[in-house]
C-alpha cells in the first residue's frame, strides 16, 4: 500500500500549521494510467461526485425521454445544489410533471446554503424542506426512473430495482465489483470503490460513442457544463471551475472527493482527501487541472483554490490554504 501524499497546506506565518494528505488517479478511456498519488488501490466511498453515474439508468432506460427531461434536469439529477430557488423551483415542477410531490422524497429536509435564501424563507413563513435538500435533483430522477420501472416508492432500499440499476451501472463504470455500500447523507445508498475504479468510471463517462450508455453519458455531461450554476451555485467550486474550462465537467463529494471529467482528452481524475476536508480537495482537484492543462492557472477560479486566504473576524488575511507542488502546478 502506498502512502498518501501531501497535497494541500495551510500556512500562518511563516510557519506550516497544517498538512492535508490524499491520493488521486488521472486514467485514459482506454484504461492506461496518466498519472497517480499516494494509493490508487485505496477503497473509498465516492459520496456525490459519482452522481452522473448513479444517473445514467434515468437516462439508459429512457426514463429521462418519457417524462421530457431536458438538459436543466439532467444537470440538476447531477447535482449538489445549494436549495437556491433556481434550484427548488425546477425541482418542484419536474415533479409536477411526473403527477408526484416533494413528499415522494426520501432524502430529507436541508436549509438551503446561503444565508440570504435562509433569511427569504424566514421572512415567507416557511421553513426547510426536501426541495432544498442539496441532492434533491438526483432523488427525483429516481423518482422518475422508479414511476418508468412501476416500481415501489422506497426507491432508496437497496434491493429496489432504482438501486439495482444504480449498482450494476457503477460496477460495471468502474469495472470492480463494489465491496458494498454506505448510506449516504440524503439516505441513498452509497457504493464504495477504489480510487482507480472512480478514475476509470469517469474516464469511461468520455466514451460517447459506447452504444446506448455513451450517448447517455454524452447528455449527462454536456448537461452538466450548460448548466455549472444548477450543479453546484454562486460561489461553489464545481460551478466555478466548470466555467473557467472549456468543456470538463467536475463534481465534489463529500469527505474530500472530487472528480473531473474531459471528454475531448478522454480523460477522467479522481481524488480523495483523507482527511475529508473540501478545501484541501479543491485545492488539490485545482492543481490537477492546470497541470493536465484543462484550467489556466492564472483564472480567478483557479486562483481561489490553489492560494486560499483564511480571513479572520476582523477581515484580515490570517492564513493561506496552498496547493503544494505534488502535480507540479504550485502557485
Known amino acids: 500500500?502506498?502512502?498518501?501524499?501531501?497535497?494541500?497546506?495551510?500556512?500562518?506565518?511563516?510557519?506550516?500549521?497544517?498538512?492535508?494528505?490524499?491520493?488521486?488517479?488521472?486514467?485514459?478511456?482506454?484504461?492506461?494510467?496518466?498519472?497517480?498519488?499516494?494509493?490508487?488501490?485505496?477503497?473509498?466511498?465516492?459520496?456525490?461526485?459519482?452522481?452522473?453515474?448513479?444517473?445514467?439508468?434515468?437516462?439508459?432506460?429512457?426514463?429521462?425521454?418519457?417524462?421530457?427531461?431536458?438538459?436543466?434536469?439532467?444537470?440538476?439529477?447531477?447535482?449538489?445544489?445549494?436549495?437556491?430557488?433556481?434550484?427548488?423551483?425546477?425541482?418542484?415542477?419536474?415533479?409536477?410533471?411526473?403527477?408526484?410531490?416533494?413528499?415522494d422524497l426520501r432524502c430529507g429536509p436541508q436549509p438551503p446554503s446561503a444565508a440570504a435564501d435562509r433569511d427569504a424563507m424566514r421572512a415567507a413563513g416557511g421553513a426547510p424542506g426536501q426541495l432544498h435538500n442539496t441532492c434533491s435533483g438526483k432523488h427525483a430522477g429516481f423518482v422518475t426512473l422508479a414511476r418508468h420501472l412501476d416500481a415501489g416508492a422506497d426507491y432508496i432500499d437497496p434491493d429496489h430495482p432504482v438501486q439495482r440499476a444504480v449498482r450494476s451501472a457503477f460496477e460495471d463504470m468502474t469495472g470492480e465489483a463494489s465491496p458494498g455500500f454506505g448510506i449516504d447523507g440524503c439516505s441513498a445508498p452509497n457504493f464504495a470503490t477504489s480510487i482507480a475504479g472512480l478514475a476509470r468510471a469517469a474516464a469511461r463517462m468520455t466514451d460517447f460513442n459506447d452504444g446506448v450508455r455513451g450517448r447517455a453519458a454524452e447528455r449527462l455531461i454536456a448537461a452538466m457544463i450548460a448548466h455549472p450554476l444548477l450543479v453546484a451555485g454562486e460561489g461553489r467550486a464545481c460551478s466555478e471551475l466548470m466555467s473557467a474550462m472549456d468543456g470538463v465537467a467536475v463534481k465534489t463529494g463529500a469527505e474530500g472527493v472530487f472528480i473531473a471529467i474531459a471528454p475531448a482528452r478522454g480523460i477522467g481524475v479522481a481524488l480523495k482527501i483523507e482527511d475529508g476536508a473540501t478545501r484541501a480537495s479543491e485545492a488539490a482537484m485545482a492543481a490537477i487541472l492546470v497541470r493536465l492543462g484543462l484550467l489556466d492557472r492564472s483564472h480567478r477560479a483557479a486562483q481561489r483554490r490553489l492560494n486560499v486566504a483564511q480571513p479572520n473576524r476582523r477581515g484580515m488575511d490570517a492564513a493561506y490554504l496552498r496547493a503544494t507542488d505534488f502535480a507540479g502546478s504550485a502557485p
Open 1 to 103: 500500500m502506498q502512502e498518501p501524499v501531501i497535497m494541500a497546506e495551510l500556512w500562518r506565518g511563516a510557519l506550516l500549521e497544517s498538512t492535508h494528505r490524499g491520493h488521486a488517479v488521472v486514467m485514459h478511456r482506454d484504461g492506461d494510467v496518466i498519472d497517480s498519488w499516494g494509493d490508487p488501490a485505496k477503497v473509498i466511498f465516492p459520496r456525490s461526485s459519482c452522481k452522473m453515474i448513479q444517473a445514467l439508468p434515468l437516462v439508459e432506460s429512457g426514463a429521462a425521454a418519457a417524462a421530457g427531461l431536458g438538459p436543466a434536469q439532467l444537470a440538476l439529477a447531477c447535482a449538489s445544489h445549494q436549495g437556491a430557488p433556481m434550484h427548488t423551483d425546477r425541482i418542484s415542477a419536474w415533479l409536477h410533471g411526473l403527477g408526484r410531490s416533494e413528499a
